[in-house]
Nanobody, 117 residues
Framework: QVQLVESGGDLVQPGGSLRLSCAAS????????MGWYRRAPGKQRELVASITAGGTANYADSVKGRFTISRDNAKNMVYLQMVSLKTEDTAVYYC???????????WGQGTQVTVSS
């Protein structure tokens, strides 16, 4: 059974840092594109960052220069390092695993990030 389990969410002050982790119980994890999405209160879910199977990362304009996505294929893990956090980064952050050609699209349960003084 496929499972994505996020961790690392917390309450942090503006300007602070957090590192989110996603543990993926997926066969052939290395083949999947991985992504971090977020949903803020009253807003639609949005893509924050993604990383291809080959390791190419892409970011939403709002987080460029502040967030870094990475993956460890040996551990079936994906990470989101967040620095210089802003109040507008407050959201539930979700991990996604996608293998389009196989029709696979999996989601975690989410982890809450709250940026507040």
């Amino acid at each position: 059974q496929v499972q994505l389990v996020e961790s690392g969410g917390d309450l942090v002050q503006p300007g602070g840092s957090l590192r989110l982790s996603c543990a993926a119980s997926i066969s052939n994890f290395r083949l999947y594109a991985m992504g971090w999405y977020r949903r803020a209160p009253g807003k639609q879910r949005e893509l924050v960052a993604s990383i291809t199977a080959g390791g190419t990362a892409n970011y939403a304009d709002s987080v460029k220069g502040r967030f870094t996505i990475s993956r460890d294929n040996a551990k079936n893990m994906v990470y989101l390092q967040m620095v210089s956090l802003k109040t507008e980064d407050t959201a539930v952050y979700y991990c996604n695993a996608n293998l389009g050609w196989a029709g696979h699209d999996f989601w975690g349960q989410g982890t809450q990030v709250t940026v507040s003084s």
